[in-house]
């Protein structure tokens, strides 16, 4: 993993044209600001963790259900 | 196998090369149980307990809209002029008022090849909604994917 320190307003590039930009800093949150071509998706990573989630939750369907779907 | 045996031709067969988010497997196969229900099983054919129930979004939230990056369509290598079929994961459990739906989540599936994966959609819809918020239980309008479906009814295992 590449380690990097930033200040605010200081931004860092990925690729050709990814950039993201540290707005601020408000207690132990940092803001930022990414830039990204519409190409490419960009997430918080918690969204794939409550996918993986609802995913292992819905193989698990009781098996008296099998009756109604 | 959850249900039983069953008769999986290739053409039948739906192939996610990277599997579900968390859930490895890249052959599987949509089963209906009943021919009229909106309700289909993404069953696995690497771990034959493994079954998912999945739908058509727009029949449960008319509004549904999906936005994608392009390269969310270059993963399932998607072709010009190719369908593409959306299917949301629910999570079904004892009673059927008290289903859920991943709206932000939702498998792509290209239908000339039969390959999707799972996407996250850029417009932030919840994972769990209440799968009867925009439609009544008795308000279904019934139809199924331009995928492969294997009839596979109570009576088949």
Not at chain 1, 60 to 65: G, V
């Given at each position: 993993m590449l380690v990097i320190s930033r200040r605010p307003e200081e931004q860092i590039r990925i690729g050709s044209n990814v950039t993201v930009r540290v707005l601020g800093i408000v207690g132990n949150s940092v803001r930022l600001g990414i830039s990204a071509p519409r190409s490419v998706a960009v997430h918080r990573e918690e969204v794939f963790q409550s996918i993986q989630t609802e995913n292992q939750a819905a193989s698990?369907?009781?098996?008296?259900?099998d009756g109604i779907l | 196998m959850r249900f039983g045996d069953l008769q999986v031709e290739d053409q039948h067969i739906i192939k996610l090369p990277s599997g579900l988010i968390g859930i490895p497997g890249d052959q599987w196969v949509l089963i209906t149980r009943e021919p009229e229900s909106p309700f289909l099983w993404l069953q696995s054919l690497d771990n034959g307990d493994l079954a998912l129930p999945v739908v058509q979004p727009e029949v449960f939230f008319p509004s549904y809209s999906l936005q994608l990056a392009e390269e969310q369509l270059q993963e399932i290598g998607l072709q010009d002029g190719h369908e593409v079929e959306v299917l949301c994961i629910v999570k079904a459990v004892e009673e059927l008022p008290d289903f859920k739906i991943n709206l932000r989540g939702p498998l792509i599936i290209d239908s000339s090849t039969r390959t999707g994966a799972q996407v996250v959609n850029m417009s932030e819809y919840p994972v769990d909604a209440n799968l009867w918020q925009e439609i009544g239980i008795n308000q279904i309008d019934f139809s199924h994917p331009e995928l492969p479906i294997i009839l596979h009814g109570q009576g088949d295992q």
């Open positions: 698990e369907a009781p098996r008296n259900i | -």
